[in-house]
């Protein structure tokens, strides 16, 4: 049996409520850069992500162009979905949808909360925007199906 998840499954999988580990090619001989991030994505979709406009992070995103995203469901049954992708735009971050982010990953109270602490910082980050193009999954809960 196989431990590869559908299209479907993956894209559903992704969508939901997971903290990305985002993984960036370093420069000038540093080790790459693999660091939690939350995302927004909807199946089909690009993958999005917030973060600061100077940040090192940014700044290597925008030399390598592309970048390795993994979630993962840390109980049983194990669970994983990783893309590379192409970052195809920058824009500035929408504050409403950062409000969206903060609710789904913090809950209602606690995202409005968090979200009214850092919304003046939020309208200087820059929304990056990926086109999942490899994907690898893995479902443990197959290992014991059928």
Excluded: C, N
């Amino acid at each position: 049996m196989s431990t590869k998840m559908s299209t479907a499954e993956r894209e559903s999988f992704l969508a939901d409520t997971h903290i990305g580990v985002l993984s960036v090619a370093g420069s000038g001989g540093r080790p790459p850069m693999a660091v939690p991030i939350w995302y927004g994505y909807e199946p089909g979709g690009e993958l999005t992500f917030a973060t600061s406009a100077d940040s090192v992070k940014m700044a290597l995103i925008r030399e390598a162009g592309q970048i390795g995203f993994t979630v993962q469901q840390e109980a049983m049954p194990y669970k994983y979905v990783s893309i590379e992708g192409t970052v195809v735009g920058y824009e500035p971050t929408d504050a409403d949808e950062y409000r969206r982010w903060s609710v789904r990953y913090l809950g209602p109270d606690a995202g409005e909360r968090f979200f009214d602490s850092i919304g003046d910082y939020v309208r200087t980050m820059v929304t990056v925007r990926v086109r999942p193009e490899r994907w690898r999954t893995y479902d443990f809960g197959r290992e014991f199906s059928g």
